[in-house]
């Protein structure tokens, strides 16, 4: 049976005065402990990890480990555009119980594959004996890693596996080629778990999970099963929501409202979602939650 991991990208709640808010981002990570899924992903993009300071990483990790151990894996993102901060990082997360990482290429400036591959072994010596994810998004680091570059990546000691977002499953497949066998591969497409997997991947990192994450469950119960009638059942209900919700933080921020689970919005500079949205919000949450 091959591997279907689910790892949910969690939100971080915020006030509308753009102060962190610390109760609502507890409930989420309340909510998402109670999802069956197989892992956290924690203050990556979903996160807004590039809003979030110090302090807050703190805060927000060590509520993550609280709420979520035991019920899913942490896996608590450090990416940063240096190899300084996101050391700083990695050390802050091991001394709160992290020993799951995961590092966003350098980004804004151009960085040189002998610059990248310098910035992860930093990072991966400061991992030690933990696990190092290596997040691959070059959309919005501008930093592209060839396959190439992954294969020497996966020789450092820490490095388990890579978060691939927003590459096609050729290139996804381009990475299993050259990587070895037991190294994981996440593809950040949230409804292309079953497609991935056909391609090498072991799992998705799913922001939409984190707010429904049900038909989730199903389509990887009915890609185990072999059941094709239940597989397209639970794919088309996985497409819908990622239709409506997508990889919009301002929209999983509306439907945990409508849930009831936090009532925060956004830091970053993200649209709120009009009427004619929310309402088709509110349709998937009546549907699917």
């Keep these: 049976m091959s591997r279907r991991d689910i790892v949910t990208a969690i939100p971080t709640s915020f006030r ?10 507890r409930e989420i990570f309340r909510y998402v402990a109670r999802s069956g899924n197989e892992g956290a992903f924690v203050l990556g993009t979903t996160g807004e990890f590039p809003a979030v ?39 802050t997360a091991r001394d709160l119980g992290v ?3 995961a590092a966003l290429t350098p980004y804004y400036l151009p960085a040189a594959d002998e610059a990248v591959y310098d910035y992860f072994a930093q990072v991966a010596d400061a991992v030690g004996d933990g696990s190092l994810y290596v997040y691959v ?3 919005r680091s501008g930093i592209p890693v060839s396959p190439a570059l992954l294969a020497r990546l996966a020789e450092l000691p820490a490095v388990v596996g890579a978060k691939v977002s927003e590459l096609s499953l050729a290139e996804l497949a381009a990475y299993r080629a050259v990587v070895p066998e037991d190294f994981v591969l996440y593809t950040g497409a949230d409804r292309e778990l079953v497609a991935a997997g056909e391609s090498g991947a072991q799992g998705v990192v799913s922001g939409v999970s ?10 990887a119960r009915a890609a185990d099963a072999g059941d094709e009638d239940a597989l397209a059942r639970a794919q088309a209900a996985v497409d819908d929501i990622v239709a409506v919700i997508g990889g919009d933080m301002a929209r999983m921020k509306a439907a945990y409202r409508i849930m009831g689970v936090a009532d925060g919005v956004c830091r ?6 009009d009427g004619a949205t929310i309402t088709e919000i509110e349709r998937v949450v009546a549907t699917y939650r």
């Design 53 to 91: 300071d110090d302090e807050e990483f703190r805060t927000l990790v060590s509520m993550a480990v609280e709420e979520l151990s035991g019920h899913l894996r942490v896996i608590a993102h450090v990416g940063q555009p240096s190899a300084y901060e996101a050391v700083r990082r990695v050390r």
């Design 16 to 25: 509308r005065d753009g102060a962190l808010d610390v109760e609502g981002s």
């Design 268 to 273: 970053m500079a993200l649209v709120e979602p």
């Design 210 to 219: 984190s707010v429904l994450p049900k038909p989730f469950r199903e389509l």
């Design 99 to 101: 020993t799951e990482f």
């Design 137 to 139: 998004y070059p959309k």
